[in-house]
């Protein structure tokens, strides 16, 4: 099984493509779409444990935090543009609150290598023997990207997937597979209100403003109905809305094409009420812009308690 150095040296192969673009790509992978890495252009390469990390993005190595507020807000106030920040590189700044909308804007591809995985550099690998029919059959790439430079690189026998960050637990990252909804719905079940508990980093990792009021106006959930008085189908609904919202999120985005809301930034629910829109946060933490239909998404009282 390749390990830790191997991963390395699987690494500081593909960095010499950072900062080239994809211009076609192959392989027999069904663990992505192969059309989203069209055009995308590498940004970086990390290794963490045994999983290598590649970042793409939509333009030549966008990471400056500012300018991918620039690109991918440009639709939005500038109220709600200043207070994101957005961290792609640094393990300490992704604390609570602070990677807002991460996920959408990382995408960062997940390079498990199994027990035989490997990567190729402008060449295919050839069969070293024949099978026990005594075929000479040469291996089958998952995934293959061809660059604008004239090079490619070729991928085996690996897992690969979609995640948040490399820094991110995947249990917690809202956008891998090893999500963990129970541990999810835990968090979400405590005695603080859910658009508190949304935002929290440490179990939501990848959510931010705009997710966190699109899937509690989706769940129709108030976002300050504290998740110990909702019933957990309810906080299970949020859950599910998350994921699939944020999935559906980053493929918009690979796609390049605008994501529509129901409520974020919204005078009128989809129904046409009156949207509130409102400042909430933690005592102490950063209070944040909150949108709802208080008619929609009514709010869950104490006393009201199923
Ligand atoms: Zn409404």
């Known amino acids: 099984m390749p390990e830790g150095p191997t991963v390395r040296r699987f690494c500081s192969l ?3 493509f950072v900062g080239q673009q994809v211009v076609k790509v192959g392989g027999r992978t ?3 779409a192969l059309q989203d890495l069209m055009g995308q252009w590498i940004q970086e390469c990390q290794v963490h444990g045994k999983n290598l990390y590649v970042a793409f993005g939509s333009d030549v190595r966008h990471k400056a935090p500012s300018a991918n507020i620039q690109e991918l807000d440009d639709d939005h106030s500038k109220k709600e543009s200043v207070d994101v920040s957005v961290t792609t590189t640094s393990p300490d700044d992704l604390g609570p609150w602070e990677n807002e909308e991460a996920s959408p804007r990382c995408k960062w591809l997940r390079f498990h290598f199994g027990l035989y995985g490997s990567i190729r550099v402008n060449e295919l690998a050839r069969a070293r023997q024949g099978n026990k029919k005594g075929d000479w059959k040469d291996p089958t790439p998952r995934l293959i990207l061809h660059f604008s430079a004239g090079g490619f690189l070729v991928f085996y026998n690996c897992r690969i997937l979609w995640c948040s960050s490399p820094h991110v637990e995947p249990t917690c990252d ?4 090893d999500f963990d ?3 999810a719905l835990r968090a979400l079940s405590g005695p603080r209100p859910v658009c508190i508990s949304l935002m929290d980093q440490r179990h939501f990792s990848g959510v931010g403003n705009i997710i966190k009021n699109e899937i509690l106006f989706l769940a129709q959930v108030h976002p300050l109905s504290l998740g110990s008085l909702l019933p957990a189908d309810t906080l299970r609904a949020v859950i599910d809305h998350a994921i699939s919202f944020t999935a559906r999120w980053l493929r918009i985005k690979m796609q ?3 994501l529509h809301y129901s409520i974020y930034m919204k005078e009128l629910c989809p129904k046409g009420h009156k949207v ?3 400042t909430i946060g933690p005592p102490r933490g950063l209070q944040r812009l909150t949108w709802y239909c208080p008619t929609c998404q009514e709010r869950v009282q104490p006393e009201e308690r199923a």
């Open 14 to 16: 593909v960095s010499p």
């Open 30 to 32: 069904k663990q992505i």
């Open 174 to 177: 809202i956008l891998s597979l």
């Open 181 to 183: 909804k129970e541990k």
């Open 256 to 258: 390049r094409e605008p």
């Open 276 to 278: 509130v829109k409102e």
